[in-house]
């Protein structure tokens, strides 16, 4: 049973996929099934999204976990992966380990970067998988996008755990 398919049955979502699509391209025919979960847990809307990708030239499309805020907010959050050169140009930061430094950038407010690095659980599971998180203000979203996936239910309950603080953090005024 593929992994979405089974998140949704644990949290009694509700589960769709779209027909397979295929298209022919100079490499090679390339077929495309988009898959939604949308669940409430604690109250709260999350969506989770995949195009499974197979054919010719596989891509690994990744899993996108949106979850909705109730309230709407003004502030900026991003949390990504650094790169060689974030890790060249950006200033050692007294507040984090150095693993962390060193993987991750933060892009948002002084003050919520100093409340968010002290939260033990973010940083355990930051350091444990590779992700972007980023807040869309505008529609009132908070995704997460695992670099590599989703592997099982507790690595799912682990980015879910990282949403909710961070949905707690953003609703802070």
């Given at each position: 049973?593929?992994?979405?398919?089974?998140l949704?049955?644990?949290?009694?979502?509700?589960?769709?996929?779209?027909?397979?699509?295929?298209?022919?391209?100079?490499?090679?025919?390339?077929?495309?099934?988009?898959?939604?979960?949308v669940?409430?847990?604690?109250?709260?809307k999350?969506?989770?999204?995949?195009?499974?990708?197979?054919?010719?030239?596989?891509?690994?499309?990744?899993?996108?976990?949106?979850?909705?805020?109730?309230?709407?907010?003004?502030?900026r959050?991003?949390?990504?992966?650094?790169?060689?050169?974030?890790?060249?140009?950006?200033?050692?930061?007294?507040?984090?380990?150095?693993?962390?430094?060193?993987?991750?950038?933060?892009?948002?407010?002084?003050?919520?970067?100093?409340?968010?690095?002290?939260?033990?659980?973010?940083?355990?599971?930051?350091?444990?998988?590779?992700?972007?998180?980023?807040?869309?203000?505008?529609?009132?979203?908070?995704?997460?996008?695992?670099?590599?996936?989703?592997?099982?239910?507790?690595?799912?309950?682990n980015?879910?755990?990282?949403?909710?603080?961070?949905?707690?953090?953003?609703?802070?005024?």
């Open positions: 049973m593929n992994i979405l398919k089974e949704t049955q644990k949290y009694q979502g509700k589960y769709t996929k779209e027909n397979q699509k295929s298209i022919n391209s100079p490499l090679g025919k390339l077929n495309f099934q988009p898959q939604e979960g669940l409430f847990i604690d109250d709260t999350i969506t989770i999204s995949i195009n499974a990708t197979t054919g010719a030239h596989p891509v690994g499309e990744p899993f996108r976990i949106t979850l909705h805020l109730e309230n709407s907010v003004e502030s959050l991003e949390i990504f992966p650094a790169s060689f050169w974030d890790r060249l140009l950006i200033e050692k930061n007294k507040h984090i380990t150095k693993n962390l430094a060193t993987d991750y950038c933060f892009k948002t407010e002084e003050k919520r970067f100093l409340r968010l690095v002290q939260n033990k659980n973010l940083i355990t599971i930051l350091e444990q998988d590779e992700i972007y998180i980023r807040l869309y203000a505008k529609e009132n979203q908070l995704v997460l996008i695992p670099k590599k996936g989703i592997k099982d239910l507790h690595q799912f309950e980015f879910l755990q990282l949403m909710k603080i961070l949905e707690n953090e953003v609703s802070i005024r």
